[in-house]
């Protein structure tokens, strides 16, 4: 799977746009990027992924480059409850079921009231 | 949406017990589960696939005659922490693929384990 590189830390305002990027310069053609998120001792949560397209779902829009070299996710309205760690993950898309999600460090979003 | 459940959500024993944590996709067939582990304040660790029928196919480092996994269902998997040390204290999250179109991977809430 391509590297990854997410700023360790982000602090957003509550109600305001949360930009959360991620580099990923060795992508190649096939590998779609994934976003997850983590709230503290649960599970990581599927927010959404894609492929070269932006995207975009109930809990937020995805923005990748043209180059696919990094990606923006954005929650559009941050809440308390967006406070979580959240991780880019690039890998080609599961034609294999048996292959895991590897994670990295992530970003640790803060959100404040 | 696909959901996966675990058992316990938490757990403490003493040190040289055995645990078993249970994992399972509750309305839909997973024959691939994965298990994780995630120590404090670090990320997620790939310990093992859980293949339904087979064996189990380990991470390096991961030692698979004291993290015992079964899969003999397409629902459930479970990972058995043989001799427990407080070293093995840790959060253990299983997850398996799903979605219309198993693009997703789904994520049980996770065990907390703690070995005294």
């Known amino acids: 799977d391509a590297k990854t590189t997410q700023p360790p830390s982000m602090d957003c305002a509550e109600g305001r746009a949360a930009n959360l990027p991620c580099n990923h310069s060795?992508?190649?053609?096939?590998?779609?990027v994934y976003w997850y998120r983590q709230i503290h001792s649960q599970g990581p949560q599927y927010i959404i992924h894609g492929l070269k397209n932006n995207e975009t779902n109930e809990m937020a829009s995805l923005i990748i480059t043209e180059d696919r070299k990094s990606s923006t996710l954005i929650l559009p309205h941050a809440t308390l409850r967006d406070t979580a760690v959240y991780y880019c993950?690039?890998?080609?898309?599961?034609?294999?079921?048996?292959?895991?999600?590897?994670f990295g460090k992530g970003t640790s979003l803060l959100v404040t009231p | 949406g696909a959901v996966v459940s675990q058992h316990p959500s938490w757990v403490i024993c003493k040190s040289g017990t055995s645990v078993k944590i249970e994992c399972r996709s509750l309305?839909?067939?997973?024959?691939?589960m994965f298990w994780y582990r995630q120590f404090p304040k670090q990320s997620l660790m790939l310990m093992a696939t859980?293949?339904?029928?087979?064996?189990?196919?380990?991470e390096q480092g991961v030692e698979k005659d004291k993290f015992l996994i079964n899969h003999a269902s397409l629902t459930l998997s479970t990972l058995t922490v043989t001799s427990a040390h407080p070293e093995d204290s840790s959060f253990y999250i299983c997850?398996?693929?799903?979605?219309?179109?198993?693009?997703?991977?789904?994520f049980g809430p996770g065990t907390r384990l703690t070995v005294t």
């Open positions: 060795t992508i190649s053609g096939n590998e779609y």
């Open positions: 309305d839909f067939q997973a024959t691939t």
């Open positions: 997850s398996t693929w799903g979605g219309v179109t198993r693009d997703e991977q789904y």
């Open positions: 859980s293949n339904e029928g087979s064996k189990a196919t380990y």
């Open positions: 993950i690039v890998r080609p898309r599961p034609s294999n079921s048996g292959y895991a999600l590897n």
